[in-house]
């Protein structure tokens, strides 16, 4: 079978070396960083965010030195202007200032037409509106396969998704919730589970949103797993952001796991497994809410169980652990451990919570 290549795109938020408030200044580090980076670094829809891609790989190694290398110019190019990269959900303090939209044809039009969600009453940018995730294409796919694929796919991101928890503040504020990002980023239209449909009624079904006024173009399919516009790949983007770059790695490879997995199933035209919609939207719900250290749905017969004793069959459904052209997964020497970061209780989100006893704002990690 041949092995599908995986690919990170990785969203920060820029934040004063001083106040740690975000700021305004992604034009200034995306013109620097773009001289080494090229199109690998991108804008947002804030200038107080900055986003990396890496290259399509099939090797985990390759994946993690991409990544820690375009976090370090990035994180280089800040510095010259006087910000940090911060890789959180949400950011841990309000802007001192107003949020600004990138300027840009397509994300003015969004401004314009999805005003309630960007600004408030009196035209001032929304603060809570700046939310920072991690997306993992696989592929190759050709868009059907990529559909069929997602669907598939569809009651185990939940699981995935409270594997990848990292936004627990917001606002100077403790949220109680593992991704405060997920509850934001819900606002906006078709956020949310992949539908069960072909491709021929894809199509239809994103044309009609668009004839509507409901998207602005078919790139605002904000689905949990959706075929890529720009590149023959399956996108998960159930992740927040996260400072740590083997969790980052392991996370990519355990889509990529899951997705070979389950591919079968969309060779041999079997059906996508029957999940009713308030159950899978209560699943991610519960991820969103309780991350790793709580309760969460079982992908196979829905019932309630621990997080944590769902993860071992995330890289299976029946299938041994994954290998690689570099072998199997194991933790690199020198660097954190994933596996274990994510076997302890809370994970990124405990560190961050640990961080912030005894000050008066939590403590956010830096990339790289």
């Given at each position: 079978?041949?092995?599908?290549?995986?690919?990170?795109?990785?969203?920060?938020?820029?934040?004063?070396?001083?106040?740690?408030?975000?700021?305004?200044?992604?034009?200034?580090?995306?013109?620097?960083?773009?001289?080494?980076?090229?199109?690998?670094v991108q804008t947002e829809f804030f200038n107080a965010q900055v986003e990396i891609c890496t290259r399509a790989t099939a090797n985990r190694r390759d994946l993690g030195d991409e990544l820690a290398w375009l976090r370090a110019v990035v994180g280089a190019a800040a510095r010259e202007v006087r910000c940090l990269t911060v890789a959180c959900g949400t950011p841990v303090l309000p802007p001192e200032e107003p949020l600004t939209v990138t300027d840009s044809d397509r994300y003015r039009l969004m401004a314009r037409r999805f005003a309630p969600l960007v600004t408030r009453a009196d035209g001032v940018t929304r603060d809570d509106g700046l939310v920072c995730g991690c997306h993992v294409h696989v592929g190759t796919l050709d868009r059907g396969r990529a559909l069929a694929l997602a669907q598939q796919m569809r009651p185990w991101l939940p699981v995935l998704q409270a594997l990848a928890g990292n936004s627990p503040f917001a606002q100077r504020r403790d949220t109680g919730y593992q991704s405060w990002r997920a509850v934001e980023?819900?606002?906006?239209?078709?956020?949310?589970?992949?539908?069960?449909?072909?491709?021929?009624?894809?199509?239809?079904?994103?044309?009609?949103?668009?004839?509507?006024?409901?998207?602005?173009?078919?790139?605002?399919?904000y689905w949990h797993a959706r075929p890529s516009e720009h590149v023959p790949t399956l996108e998960i983007r159930v992740a927040d952001a996260n400072?740590?770059?083997?969790?980052?790695?392991?996370?990519?490879?355990?889509?990529?796991?899951?997705?070979?997995?389950?591919?079968t199933r969309v060779d041999a035209g079997l059906p996508p497994p029957?999940?009713?919609?308030?159950?899978?939207?209560?699943?991610?719900?519960?991820?969103?809410?309780?991350?790793?250290?709580?309760?969460?749905?079982?992908?196979?017969?829905?019932?309630?169980?621990?997080?944590?004793?769902?993860?071992?069959?995330?890289?299976?459904?029946?299938?041994?652990?994954?290998?690689?052209?570099?072998?199997?997964?194991r933790v690199r020497p020198g660097r954190s451990a994933p596996a274990g970061a994510a076997r302890a209780p809370g994970g990124s989100v405990r560190r961050g919570r640990?961080?912030?006893?005894?000050?008066?704002?939590?403590?956010?990690?830096?990339?790289?």
């Amino acid at each position: 079978m041949k092995i599908l290549t995986m690919g990170v795109e990785e969203e920060f938020v820029l934040v004063d070396r001083v106040t740690r408030a975000p700021v305004n200044r992604a034009p200034e580090v995306i013109r620097r960083a773009g001289r080494e980076l090229g199109e690998q670094v991108q804008t947002e829809f804030f200038n107080a965010q900055v986003e990396i891609c890496t290259r399509a790989t099939a090797n985990r190694r390759d994946l993690g030195d991409e990544l820690a290398w375009l976090r370090a110019v990035v994180g280089a190019a800040a510095r010259e202007v006087r910000c940090l990269t911060v890789a959180c959900g949400t950011p841990v303090l309000p802007p001192e200032e107003p949020l600004t939209v990138t300027d840009s044809d397509r994300y003015r039009l969004m401004a314009r037409r999805f005003a309630p969600l960007v600004t408030r009453a009196d035209g001032v940018t929304r603060d809570d509106g700046l939310v920072c995730g991690c997306h993992v294409h696989v592929g190759t796919l050709d868009r059907g396969r990529a559909l069929a694929l997602a669907q598939q796919m569809r009651p185990w991101l939940p699981v995935l998704q409270a594997l990848a928890g990292n936004s627990p503040f917001a606002q100077r504020r403790d949220t109680g919730y593992q991704s405060w990002r997920a509850v934001e980023h819900a606002r906006w239209p078709t956020v949310g589970p992949t539908p069960v449909l072909d491709e021929a009624q894809y199509l239809a079904h994103v044309a009609r949103l668009v004839g509507e006024g409901t998207l602005l173009d078919s790139r605002m399919v904000y689905w949990h797993a959706r075929p890529s516009e720009h590149v023959p790949t399956l996108e998960i983007r159930v992740a927040d952001a996260n400072a740590d770059l083997d969790t980052v790695v392991l996370f990519a490879i355990l889509v990529r796991g899951l997705a070979a997995t389950l591919l079968t199933r969309v060779d041999a035209g079997l059906p996508p497994p029957r999940i009713p919609g308030p159950s899978l939207l209560r699943a991610h719900r519960l991820a969103a809410a309780q991350g790793i250290t709580g309760l969460g749905l079982d992908p196979v017969d829905g019932r309630e169980r621990p997080a944590a004793e769902l993860r071992p069959g995330v890289t299976a459904p029946g299938r041994p652990p994954e290998r690689g052209p570099s072998g199997p997964v194991r933790v690199r020497p020198g660097r954190s451990a994933p596996a274990g970061a994510a076997r302890a209780p809370g994970g990124s989100v405990r560190r961050g919570r640990s961080g912030s006893r005894g000050r008066g704002t939590p403590r956010c990690v830096r990339p790289g």
